[in-house]
């Protein structure tokens, strides 16, 4: 089935321990994107990537790194968790046709760091 | 600075329509998008609006003027399905996407 999934659905996170947030999408895209949704807030830029191999910053990229080693797959780590990282987080991938343009969302990760 | 407008919570009820609008700032501007998300769920696309106008998709239509930084998203025929947040989002010069806070939308009977 096409589309974009996001591992774990769910986690609970002691402070200062280190996760890995997975996303994989079988759309081919070339763009893709993480995201953090907060109450009252509209989706912030984490990191983006353009293509395979490369990366890049976001709004808010501090404490969070991705890689890019092929189309499919670009994984988000949290190399320290802080409190503030508790949020939900969604991977999304950028298809654009002709004059449309749509980012494709995966279904999310609910992130508690305590 | 980059900064959507849009309004917190709006109440409507079924059948009738609701007009969900949108102002923006941003530094560039390379189309205006609209999604719904329903609680708990990730966001699906609605409409793009990259040209001056408006742009119909069955009961859903969205309008845009460039000039003025504002767009609209008009429901029509409210069904209690589209209970849901509606969120605005302008892709910027780098081309990426700046999102409003969302408008929820709560449909009565």
């Known amino acids: 089935i096409a589309g974009i999934t996001q591992a774990p659905t769910s986690q609970i996170l002691a402070a200062g321990r280190r996760m890995t947030l997975r996303c994989t999408q079988d759309?081919?895209?070339?763009?893709m994107y993480w995201y953090r949704q907060d109450l009252g807030l509209g989706l912030r830029l984490i990191h983006y990537?353009?293509?395979?191999?490369?990366?890049g910053k976001g709004e808010v990229p501090d404490g969070y790194s991705v890689s890019r080693a092929n189309t499919d797959d670009f994984p988000l780590t949290l190399a320290s968790a802080v409190p503030s990282q508790t949020s939900v987080y969604f991977c999304?991938?950028?298809?654009?046709?002709?004059?449309?343009?749509?980012?494709?969302f995966g279904p999310g990760t609910r992130l508690t760091v305590l | 600075g980059q900064n959507i407008d849009q309004p917190t919570e709006m109440t409507a009820t079924e059948g009738a329509i609701v007009q969900i609008n949108c102002t923006y700032q941003?530094?560039?501007?390379?189309?205006l998008f609209w999604y719904q998300q329903h609680a708990g769920e990730a966001p699906t696309f609605l409409s793009y609006n990259v040209l001056d106008g408006l742009e119909e998709k069955g009961r859903f239509s969205s309008f845009l003027s460039r000039s003025k930084g504002y767009s609209y998203l008009l429901l029509k025929e409210l069904q209690m399905k589209d209970s849901a947040s509606y969120l605005c989002?302008?892709?910027?010069?780098?081309?990426?996407?700046?999102w409003g806070a969302g408008t929820k939308l709560i449909i009565k009977p």
């Open positions: 989002a302008v892709m910027d010069s780098n081309y990426q996407l700046i």
């Open positions: 759309m081919r895209h070339n763009a």
């Open positions: 990537s353009n293509t395979a191999g490369t990366t």
């Open positions: 999304a991938s950028r298809k654009t046709s002709g004059h449309t343009d749509t980012q494709y």
């Open positions: 941003t530094s560039g501007f390379n189309g």
